[in-house]
């Protein structure tokens, strides 16, 4: 019996995918050393010394390891039978958060266990990964079967969510909506990840261009209106394919148009929203009294999709005014560059902008980053990391960085595409899915491009919880996938 576990080990170890771990080692490896170079305080204290920020993720480091290895070392069968109570532990620990956990800069998503400080808000997203895999891997489920498919997938999902925005921990929370992405991989309508990407913009333009006013409405809602005209026209036009219809609705847009700009210019006043409104909504009746002469569903959800888009437009200022807290508000307007507030809110990343743009193209060298020597930028060890990387190792530095990264995650996508069962392959993809939402915004936000949310760099910021989170997200796809050859495949 002992000889028959001693060989399903080695197998394990033989099975893995060593160019994945290769990669987790060097970025893991850079992450300490970027860490000891953001830290570094003239000192001449030694990058291993536990003393330094580098010495304890040096440690943190060995015990990943240790971690690592013990996930390899469990039978794969573990992580598919226990997926539901191991999500149901994690629920119960981020509710227990919720209570216990001391007020840390206006959050509550720290436990601290003496000297050590955990964030389960980490954890919980290999459990929300496993019990997402374990619901796809479910006998003859598929999501586009019915629609309590969609429910029993996005309550998995969305209760993390929710309890870690309890937390006040909107940036961990964010994280969690990209293993929506896992879904169009598994057959969701790409008109959800459309829909997305209008609210985005949507909300962008109306808020960042307030001014001037145009037929007595901001420009920015100005703009939004033209775009649900042109969307909704498009739609028709390309999703329902009704061409004659398409037409109809294009022309009835550009000739009221015409009209509210003749009157305008003649000096008669003309109310946009209302305007608008009316134009948009004879062109929905239209177009619902012609559909039942085609496809009722594809009509039915154009239609939808521009009343959403009328509502969603009109809750943006009530949202960004009265349920966004004040500093997200200024970080918003300082990422869309509404404001500067070089002082406050917008810092960090102008000194963090600073930081890498003195880099240049080969950067000042390994521990000669003046913006770093002198603690320029904040939290530059932590969410920050990335600027370290730029000012000292300069354009070179930061492109090699990306590229380890982006070999990572196209060998993560290789697995998951490689997997026969739905449990391996969605889980492979709800790892790559936190990867690159978590690269994405973080040098996004280091570089002003998105708003400073909080979300460490993978396996370069500073911290034992982001750092074992990751491992144990990695490492349970890495045993599923050695697990292959044991089952035949």
């Not at 001037?212 to 809602?221: H, N, R």
């Not at 026969?420 to 002003?448: A, D, E, K, Q, T």
Request: glycine residues 8%; charged residues 15%.
């Amino acid at each position: 019996m002992e000889s028959r576990n001693t060989e399903a080990n080695i197998s394990v170890f033989r099975s893995l995918d060593w160019i994945t771990v290769i990669l987790y080692l060097i970025l893991v490896s850079a992450g300490a050393v970027s860490i000891y170079a953001a830290s570094y305080d003239f000192d001449n204290a030694s990058m291993f010394d536990f003393s330094e920020f580098s010495g304890k993720q040096f440690l943190w480091i060995g015990l990943s390891l240790v971690i690592g290895c013990v996930i390899l070392l469990l039978d794969y069968r573990v992580y598919e039978t226990y997926a539901y109570p191991i999500y149901g532990v994690v629920i119960l620990v981020l509710i227990a958060t919720i209570f216990l956990a001391p007020d840390i800069k206006g959050s509550r998503s720290w436990l601290v266990f003496g000297p050590v400080s955990l964030q389960p808000a980490e954890f919980g997203k290999f459990a929300t990964a496993l019990a997402l895999a374990k619901l796809f891997n479910s006998y003859n489920f598929s999501l586009n079967a019915k629609l309590s498919n969609y429910f029993r997938a996005l309550i998995i999902i969305f209760l993390p969510i929710c309890l870690i925005l309890l937390q006040r921990e909107t940036g961990s929370a964010l994280v969690y909506f990209s293993l929506i992405f896992v879904l169009y991989r598994e057959g969701m309508s790409g008109l959800v990840l459309f829909s997305v990407f209008c609210a985005v913009l949507y909300f962008v333009v109306a808020v960042k261009f307030t001014e001037p006013l145009i037929l007595g409405m901001p420009v920015g809602d100005f703009s939004v209106f033209i775009l649900i005209l042109l969307t909704f026209s498009l739609m028709l036009m390309f999703y329902c394919r009704d061409f004659f219809i398409a037409r109809n609705v294009v022309l009835w847009f550009v000739g009221t148009g015409l009209i509210a700009t003749t009157l305008a210019l003649c000096g008669v006043n003309v109310n946009g929203t209302i305007f608008f409104c009316v134009i948009l909504g004879i062109a929905l009746t239209y177009t619902l009294l012609a559909m039942f002469r085609h496809k009722i569903q594809k009509f039915i959800i154009t239609v939808g999709f521009a009343l959403v888009s009328v509502l969603f437009l009109f809750s943006v200022n009530y949202v960004f005014g009265n349920v966004l807290e004040p500093h997200q508000q200024m970080r918003i307007k300082v990422a869309l560059g509404i404001e500067d507030d070089i002082r406050g809110a917008g810092y960090n990343v102008n000194q963090s902008k600073i930081a890498i743009g003195s880099g240049g193209i080969v950067g000042k060298g390994f521990l000669n980053g003046t913006q770093t020597k002198l603690k320029y930028v904040p939290e530059q060890h932590t969410d920050f990391i990335f600027c370290t990387i730029g000012e000292e190792e300069g354009f070179v530095g930061s492109t090699a960085v990306l590229v380890v990264f982006l070999a990572f995650i196209l060998r993560i996508i290789h697995i998951a595409e490689r997997q026969r069962r739905p449990f391996g392959r969605v889980y492979s993809y709800c790892v790559v899915s936190c990867l690159i939402f978590h690269l994405c915004i973080n040098v996004g936000m280091v570089i002003g491009l998105c708003p400073v949310i909080g979300i460490p760099l993978p396996f370069f910021s500073y911290g034992g919880s982001a750092l074992w989170g990751f491992t144990i997200l990695l490492f349970i796809m890495l045993r599923i996938d050695a697990a292959r050859k044991e089952r035949g495949e």
